[in-house]
């Protein structure tokens, strides 16, 4: 089957420290990855995508890239802020999922001063 | 304001009583989804839509239905609504699914006693 799994949270970091959340994948075909962030109260936003091998995803500072053969979208920042205080989430979704969106569990972030 | 507008944004309610979550988007978006987001599972897949009178269940369609007569709209309906029911619900739309992203509403908290 179709799955997204992401490392376990809560992660907390200083200001200007570089992160990392994990993720990896199990999916038939070809999939398109994505990360979104979930700030406080709100809903999901997309922070960033690739939809082929190899493709590099950025925003923000963020990146990740669609390695296909670890099947993994690790998420980084080189130097993370308070305002990168939020939920994470790795997803992934596909034509041979049958045009449904599999998201991992959420990775919560908080940045400490 | 491109925007998906969901109602109510809380709701408590007994079991039983019949409900709907309204969702709307203004960007003339051809795909809508619900998602349920419960601790330590993420976001899972109630029920999506392609298109107009176009419905499939996800990941979790048990105890709900939904329709798609309009574009824009996509409503949620609890016919019994059960404790296990409570839970964050998030409506989403895109042009189409796959590689687009996805537009969040704000979220609708349903606990049902």
């Known amino acids: 089957g179709n799955s997204v799994t992401q490392m376990e949270g809560p992660v907390t970091l200083s200001e200007e420290a570089f992160l990392t959340i994990n993720c990896t994948y199990t999916?038939?075909?070809?999939?398109?990855l994505f990360w979104y962030v979930q700030y406080p109260g709100e809903g999901l936003q997309l922070l960033l995508k690739a939809t082929k091998a190899d493709d590099k995803g950025s925003n923000k500072g963020f990146e990740a890239t669609y390695r296909k053969e670890t099947t993994s979208f690790h998420l980084e920042k080189g130097s993370v802020q308070v305002s990168d205080s939020a939920v994470y989430f790795c997803a992934l979704s596909s034509a041979n999922t049958g045009n449904q969106f599999y998201f991992g569990t959420g990775t919560s972030l908080t940045v400490i001063p | 304001e491109a925007q998906v507008t969901q109602n109510p944004r809380y709701l408590i309610t007994v079991t039983g009583k019949k409900l709907t979550v309204t969702c709307s988007q203004n960007m003339n978006h051809e795909y809508m989804s619900w998602y349920r987001q419960d601790p330590g599972l993420g976001l899972r897949q109630i029920y999506y839509s392609m298109n107009v009178e176009v419905t499939d269940k996800g990941d979790v369609p048990e105890g709900y239905k939904v329709s798609r007569k309009e574009k824009r709209n996509f409503p949620l309906i609890l016919e019994s609504p059960s404790p296990n029911q409570t839970s964050l619900y998030f409506c989403?739309?895109?042009?189409?699914?796959?590689?687009?992203?996805?537009?969040f509403g704000p979220g609708t908290r349903l606990t049902v006693l």
């Open positions: 989403a739309s895109s042009f189409r699914m796959n590689h687009n992203e996805q537009f």
């Open positions: 999916a038939t075909g070809y999939p398109s």
